[in-house]
């Protein structure tokens, strides 16, 4: 408890100075005979080797670019090529010491990487493991080309698979290591430890933290290396992942074997540029970027810059901060210095640097100083590199030849199957663990404080004789949410939580009260105020394995986690080929008396997003059920909470909400009250004004209506939605968010389209206005209310004899404010 880590002000009040230690720069010394204390002729020459097929894969990818072709062969590759000719050294020396156990996570410019880090994994593997490995990666598709092209040992047939599953994978072919889903700037191969590159800068700033999170978790051996470029360094989620990762908590409050640093590098690859800016003197200020793990914690992250232009010096580094690793003292930043010769993308005219600078890079050229050495030294002769050159150059031209081949590496066939990549969007799996395994706890469930006392709660709204249960002894809306959650965490040792003020406090909105009790830190923590790292880490430890709860207090927080929401969480399951999957929930709460930046809806946004599943549940059974299967499936799951009816008790289920395990499946909206002349379809809170005005409708004027719940919004089934219509012939969509722009404008427009015939009136929407949320007491102007329900259906739907509308949904009215943009 942090409450046992007192607060003095004795002593946080007392004068003194913080001092900085000394952070090393370009330190490695060492010379080849030193070194051969370490390495063998043949590791010397491997290392040369690889730096070699590098500089070829990219080079021979330049001319593509540039000239449409290589050796010959003619070729045009629309995509991107963000090459990293330079950058070899680097590449090879940060994977020589990983192991297939430890992970690497890149940027847009990762071929190297993943090269360097798949050569480094072949060399280590068994052959017979290596060849189950390729034999089983979908169905041995890629191995078979491979086979027929090459013959040799598995290793060499390894060395082949990973150049030809690369390559197919940049050139978007069904072979290629995502199916031709990822590309150049995502290709990745989990069975090696490459795990996503990102064309997001800075995307893996945060994921990464989430993969060391899972190692640690659950016990995991290896590290994570998150590779990324040195302009990154002034990204949000990276500045938010070494925040994540640098907490004090796992050396303060962790306990046991959990205490300690996490296993992560963060690896910046320091090219000196972005683009065009240039880093150290224009577009940061930090000189020499090993300097930004200063001011992160005592230990300065044991930052440290390397020079990156010398294997040898690359390795050295990654192997004394493995040990700091080792002795739980992680995370680790380096300042991996390199260059690179080739432009930010073969397009670019390198109109920002000089002729002189590129010409002063190469001429200190990683791989011909190498292999000088490698002479001087007398561990191989200048013919002996002569040859790994040119029969790499026709390794090469094999390779190309065989991921060009429409016949041998043809594209995803989307004209035989128009939905296959609809088919791997998500991966529609139900697990009950993730891992077999004791789930870690401090307490039997049943002596839970808050289980025993829900034990006692009224689990319907009224009692026997029909009134209304009191606040205090009501089973509440809050409490379906935490037995769906508290019981997943006795089933799943994976399970993990974390998000602002999760520990302790209680979780946002009592949601989370008595989970401390039952949990030890490792499995529900408090995070900083990182809304973006809080989902990319989760994005992390999910796609490692992991399920995971990642909390954003309030909806308007989603804008600081919007690329991980966007970009990240939706995407890696497809861009994986479907072979990832990710069993994220994202809580996220729509505020409620807070004003402008504290109670919007915005379930209209993330629905628009393809690959996340999207569910608003508005009552404590629902919300119960569609835990559970969120908690149950394997998805990215982002389920929105209302804050105005967190203390709401069940008033659709008679018999109450059930104290055992039951599941909602996701996407299946439910008939809330029968009738037969409107139906009003709701998304979240909005059910209860709905119900109101169901109320007036029918005592005065003998209006039925037809209630339906969505509770998701993606998937959504309408086939329930569209045989009401067919009853009613009328329809009003309502729900708490804006109304311009919203999912119930989609919703209307596809049921427009599948009930046209059946339908008296257009369907009509009534959502929020498209204002700032004013302060609560005026919120009853912005939020919909009954009357607007029943104005909608008057003025637009089906005239009510005697009804005194407002107006507020004519026509004239609607395109004025459209004209107005409000
Ligand atoms: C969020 C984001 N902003 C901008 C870009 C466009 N962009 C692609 S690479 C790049 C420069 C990145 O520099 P650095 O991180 O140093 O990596 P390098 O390209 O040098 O390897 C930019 C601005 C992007 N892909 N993502
Ligand atoms: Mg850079």
């Known amino acids: ?110 071929h190297g990487e993943i090269l360097a880090k798949g050569l480094s994994a072949i060399k280590k593997l068994d052959e017979g493991t290596l060849y189950e490995i390729m034999k089983n990666y979908f169905g041995g598709n890629a191995l078979r080309v491979v086979e027929k092209g090459f013959s040799g040992s598995a290793r060499e047939l390894g060395r082949n698979f990973l150049l030809y599953g690369a390559l197919a994978e940049i050139f978007a072919r069904e072979n290629g290591f995502n199916k031709g889903l990822g590309g150049s700037m995502h290709a990745f191969f989990t069975p090696f430890g490459i795990y996503p590159n990102n064309a997001i800068v800075g995307g893996s700033g945060d994921i990464s933290v989430g993969a060391a999170l899972f190692k640690k978790i659950n016990r995991k051996p290896g590290i994570v290396v998150c590779n990324i470029g040195d302009a990154s360094s002034a990204c949000g989620p990276v500045w938010e992942g070494i925040c994540f990762a640098t907490m004090d908590q796992y050396n303060t409050l962790w306990s046991g074997d959990f205490r300690g640093g996490l296993p992560l590098i963060f690896n910046f690859m320091n090219n000196l540029y972005g683009m065009g800016g240039q880093t150290a003197g224009e577009t940061m200020g930090f000189k020499i970027l090993a300097r930004l793990g200063a001011g992160v914690n005592p230990d300065s992250m044991h930052a440290e810059r390397v020079d990156g232009y010398n294997p040898l010096a690359v390795i050295d580094a990654f192997r004394r901060k493995k040990k700091i690793i080792e ?28 002729k002189e600078e590129i ?111 009191s606040k205090a002894k009501l089973y509440q809306l809050r409490d379906g949410i935490f037995e769906a959650v508290i019981d997943r965490f006795y089933k799943d040792p994976t399970l993990a939580a974390w998000g602002e003020e999760n520990r302790d406090w209680g979780g946002a909105f009592a949601v989370y009260r008595g989970l401390t009790e039952a949990l030890p830190y490792q499995r529900l923590f408090n995070s900083p105020i990182s809304e973006g790292a809080i989902v990319g880490a989760a994005i992390g430890y999910g796609m490692c394995g992991g399920r995971v709860i990642a909390e954003i207090m309030y909806c308007d927080f989603l804008g600081r986690s919007g690329d991980e929401v966007f970009n990240q969480l939706p995407k890696w399951q497809a861009m994986s080929g479907n072979l990832i999957r990710m069993p994220v929930v994202v809580r996220v709460s729509v505020g409620s008396k807070y004003g402008a930046q504290h109670s919007q809806d915005w379930s209209s946004l993330v629905a628009h997003i393809p690959g996340l599943k999207v569910v608003f549940p508005a009552t404590p059974y629902d919300a119960k059920g569609l835990m559970n299967s969120a908690l149950q499936g394997t998805d990215p799951v982002i389920f929105f909470e209302s804050q105005r009816i967190y203390d709401t008790g069940e008033m659709f289920h008679r018999e109450g909400v059930p104290g055992g395990y039951y599941e909602i499946p996701l996407g299946e909206p439910d008939i809330k009250l029968k009738g037969d002349d409107v139906t009003i379809l709701t998304i979240g809170a909005t059910l209860y004004p709905a119900l109101k005005a169901a109320e007036i409708l029918k005592e005065k004027y003998g209006t039925g209506c037809e209630i339906i719940d969505a509770r998701s919004l993606v998937p959504f089934n309408y086939a329930p939605v569209v045989e009401s219509v067919k009853k009613t012939g009328r329809i009003v969509l309502a729900s708490d968010a804006s109304s311009r722009g919203s999912f119930l404008k989609e919703m209307a427009q596809t049921i427009t389209e599948l009930a046209f015939d059946f339908l008296d009136a257009p369907p009509v929407v009534v959502g929020s206005r498209n204002w700032i949320t004013p302060a609560f007491e005026m919120e009853k102007y912005f939020f919909p209310q009954a009357d607007w329900i029943t104005d909608a259906i008057h003025e637009k739907i089906l005239p009510l004899k005697g009804y005194v509308s407002s107006g507020r949904y004519s026509s004239d009215r609607t395109v004025r404010l459209s004209s107005e943009g409000v």
């Open 359 to 469: 010409e002063a890079w190469q001429k200190e050229d990683s791989i011909v100083a190498y292999g000088n050495k490698l002479v001087e030294a007398g561990i191989a002769s200048a013919s002996k590199l002569e040859e790994i050159r040119s029969e790499t150059g026709e390794l090469m031209t094999a390779i190309l030849k065989l991921a060009i081949d429409p016949v041998v590496s043809p594209l995803l066939d989307l004209s035989a199957n128009r939905d296959a990549i609809g088919e791997m969007m998500f991966s529609n799996a139900s697990v009950d663990r993730m891992e077999d395994g004791k789930p870690e706890v401090l307490l039997p469930l049943e002596v839970n404080p808050r289980v025993k006392s829900l034990k006692t709660k009224e689990r319907f709204y009224m009692d026997g004789e029909g009134k209304p249960v």
């Open 327 to 354: 002795e739980k003292k992680g995370p680790v930043l380096l300042d991996t210095l390199t260059y690179r010769i080739s432009g930010h993308s073969p397009s670019d005219a390198s109109s920002y640097r000089s």
């Open 1 to 110: 408890m942090p409450k046992s880590q007192n607060i003095d002000p004795k002593i946080v009040r007392k004068p003194e100075y913080i001092e900085f230690g000394r952070i090393p720069v370009n330190q490695y010394n060492k010379t080849i005979e030193q070194e051969k204390k370490i390495y063998s002729s043949e590791d010397f020459i491997g290392i040369f080797t690889d730096m070699v097929i590098i500089r070829e894969f990219e080079t021979m990818l330049n001319l593509i670019k540039t000239t449409n072709e290589y050796m010959g062969i003619p070729y045009n590759h629309p995509g991107p090529a963000h090459l990293s000719i330079g950058q070899e050294a680097s590449a090879v020396g940060m994977a020589y010491n990983l192991g297939v156990e430890d992970y690497i996570f890149g940027s847009h410019r990762s």
